[in-house]
């Protein structure tokens, strides 16, 4: 069992920047991947970030791809989001989940442990 907090959410300008941190409690933190996902009032939660256990690869939703950036300190057991160049569509409530594989999985089903989510808002 591992257990999530995240937290830098916040109120930002349109193209002006946060970082998300995701901190994890619970066995070998790099046993884990990690994902970033998404989720607005009324839609279906989505994909924007994975990120594998030793931290070599990532993979982005396309939306957000050369914006956001995902890193992992597993010294810290803790896992970053970057955001950058932030839009108003980019404004949703983040979650970070965690999967019982090092590999990386944009599926949201991959996924068994989650944070409590962290509203990120961006006005235009």
């Known amino acids: 069992q591992v257990q999530l907090v995240e937290s830098g959410g916040g109120l930002v300008q349109a193209g002006g920047s946060l970082r998300l941190s995701c901190a994890a409690s619970?066995?070998?933190?790099?046993?884990?991947?990690m994902g970033w996902f998404r989720q607005a009032p009324g839609k279906e939660r989505e994909f924007v970030a994975t990120?594998?256990?030793?931290?070599?690869?990532?993979y982005y939703a396309s939306s957000v791809k050369g914006r956001f950036t995902i890193s992992r300190d597993n010294a810290k057991n803790t896992v970053y989001l970057q955001m950058n160049s932030l839009k108003p569509e980019d404004t949703h409530v983040y979650y970070c989940?965690?999967?019982?594989?090092?590999?990386?999985?944009?599926?949201?089903?991959?996924?068994?442990?989650w944070g409590q989510g962290t509203q990120v808002t961006v006005s235009s």
């Open positions: 989940a965690a999967r019982d594989s090092p590999a990386t999985s944009s599926r949201t089903y991959a996924y068994p442990y």
């Open positions: 619970g066995r070998t933190f790099s046993s884990y991947a």
């Open positions: 990120i594998n256990g030793s931290g070599g690869t990532t």
